[in-house]
């Protein structure tokens, strides 16, 4: 059910841990660009996830979160709903069920496993490999998209990467984990929105990519 009217109230969220909203942020940041390359991406889907980028990639990571900031968080997460609403997840979210049901990850941290990874792979990825039909929109996009989190000249993996370990969601070696598990755990449904192609050895490639390089 969609509602007609909702009521976004910060103070909700101001008793929140750090871990808490580095989760439930990061969660909201990745459905917003996940989005924005879907391949079921609209005009209108854009325009609610280029807003919630803008708002929580710069807010998400502060030491501190004024009341104004957990306003930005909180409008940037409603309207990365509303981006996904029209266009479903893609390959980090595919991948993160089995990271929470079978090794306890938080949905959120467990979406920022595979983020680096993917992200990378999405802005680099080739004509020959893309899944829709205007390649030269989508590469045009994907510049926005470097500009907007900051890597426009530098390596997506590895800023994203230092971005994530700075919220504090990077892989626990405490934890038990099998690569094999985790790629055959991957939701095909959510998969299949990844704009460029990917096949079992670039998943697992991604699997073990969470561990080998936290």
Request: charged letters at 20%; glycine letters at 6%.
């Amino acid at each position: 059910m969609l509602p007609n009217e909702s009521m976004l109230y910060p103070p909700f969220t101001f008793g929140n841990s750090r871990y808490l909203t580095s989760c439930t942020g990061f969660d909201a940041l990745a459905q917003a660009i996940e989005a924005y390359w879907n391949v079921n991406a609209t005009e209108q889907s854009d325009h609610y996830a280029v807003q919630a980028i803008e708002l929580i990639f710069p807010t998400l990571p502060k030491n501190e979160l004024t009341g104004n900031d957990r306003k930005k968080l909180l409008i940037g997460a409603n309207l990365a709903g509303r981006a996904i609403n029209i266009t479903k997840t893609t390959i980090p979210h595919a991948l993160s069920y089995v990271l929470t049901s079978k090794y306890g990850y938080p949905h959120g941290h467990a979406v920022a496993l595979t983020f680096p990874f993917f992200l990378k792979y999405n802005l680099e990825g080739s004509r020959d490999r893309f899944r829709a039909n205007d390649f030269d929109g989508y590469a045009r996009k994907m510049g926005h998209l470097r500009q907007m989190i900051n890597v426009d000249t530098l390596d997506p993996f590895e800023e994203m990467k230092r971005y994530i370990a700075s919220l504090g969601l990077g892989f626990d070696s405490s934890r038990d984990f099998d690569d094999m598990i985790v790629a055959e755990g991957i939701n095909y449904e959510r998969a299949k929105n990844t704009p460029i192609a990917i096949d079992q050895d670039t998943i697992l490639l991604a699997v073990k990519s969470i561990r080998e390089n936290y």
